[in-house]
């Protein structure tokens, strides 16, 4: 599995980094580790969110990368993510301690190890369920059938609306599975590019394809193929014609479907 397919999109770190900011700050006002009474609010809050960058990396990836891979080895997410972020929590609750004690170096005697680990232990794994949690909420809505056709561009030729999801959605893992925005050719796998994330899958590009149903949309290169209301803006680069879509993924436009579609630089 190609790697960048687990890292997840800009949007997802942006949403993830807000997230972890408003529960630093909570945790702050919480004082755990000890640090309660031993600490003012203030540089409470300022380490939690010192630590809350390094969570969110290592966390992040750690979710996602045993989401994905647990599904490859047919494990559930519900099972391989609680037993992933169990697991990165032991050397991670190191690295909680080794923060939180420059600012306070009284805790090192105070608080065990065994302590700092699952206390660590208590407060991320809620966030690992919690993610799993939105992703499933996420998927269930954008999923369902709209009541009305979404507005394509007016440049864009207006294509029939499948009356119920694509078969394709059914391929992909609950954290991803959302509305298709773009279809992938890498070697023998095709990368579904969704609202919640990407998944790579053993399959032709051409079966893809044939498997969204008719979802509005076209193959603008010979290994793209875009949904049109995902296009948010068309530019020219080096000579170059490129789609960018609404999770920022910019897509190449061969020659001919961009001479097709009468997309020139003005």
């Known amino acids: 599995m190609n790697l960048s397919g687990v890292i997840g999109t800009r949007r997802e770190w942006i949403r993830d980094f807000w997230i972890s900011m408003a529960l630093a700050i909570w945790v702050g006002l919480l004082g755990p580790f000890g640090s309660y009474r031993a600490t003012p609010v203030e540089t409470r809050i300022v380490y939690y969110v010192l630590l809350s960058v390094l969570t969110t990396g290592v966390y992040g990836l750690t979710v996602r990368a045993a989401a994905a891979y647990g599904r490859k080895a047919g494990i559930s997410a519900w099972v391989s993510v609680p037993v992933a972020v169990a697991i990165v929590s032991g050397p991670m609750s190191f690295a909680v301690a080794a923060v939180i004690t420059?600012?306070?170096?009284?805790?090192?005697?105070?608080?065990?190890?065994?302590?700092?680990?699952?206390?660590?232990?208590?407060?991320?794994?809620?966030?690992g369920f919690a993610?799993?949690?939105?992703?499933?909420?996420?998927?269930?809505?954008?999923?369902?059938?709209?009541?009305?056709?979404?507005?394509?561009?007016?440049?864009?030729?207006?294509?029939?609306?499948?009356?119920?999801?694509?078969r394709l959605l059914a391929r992909l893992p609950m954290p991803v599975r959302s509305d298709v925005l773009a279809l992938q050719a890498e070697d023998h796998y095709v990368r579904v590019h969704t609202q919640l994330g990407s998944e790579l899958l053993l399959m032709r590009f051409?079966?893809?394809?044939?498997?969204?149903?008719?979802?509005?949309?076209?193959?603008?290169?010979?290994?793209?193929w875009v949904a049109d209301d995902a296009i948010v803006d068309t530019v020219r680069r080096a000579r170059?014609?490129?789609h960018v879509l609404s999770n920022s993924i910019e897509v190449p436009v061969s020659r001919p479907v961009a001479a097709a579609k009468n997309l020139r630089s003005e």
């Open 240 to 242: 170059r014609t490129i």
């Open 102 to 127: 420059t600012f306070n170096p009284r805790l090192k005697t105070v608080v065990s190890p065994l302590d700092w680990y699952l206390q660590t232990l208590a407060i991320m794994l809620p966030v």
């Open 206 to 224: 051409s079966d893809a394809i044939s498997e969204l149903d008719g979802l509005a949309g076209m193959r603008v290169h010979r290994s793209w």
């Open 131 to 166: 993610y799993l949690g939105v992703s499933y909420f996420l998927s269930r809505r954008t999923v369902r059938p709209e009541a009305a056709p979404p507005a394509t561009q007016p440049d864009v030729q207006q294509r029939p609306q499948p009356a119920s999801p694509p």
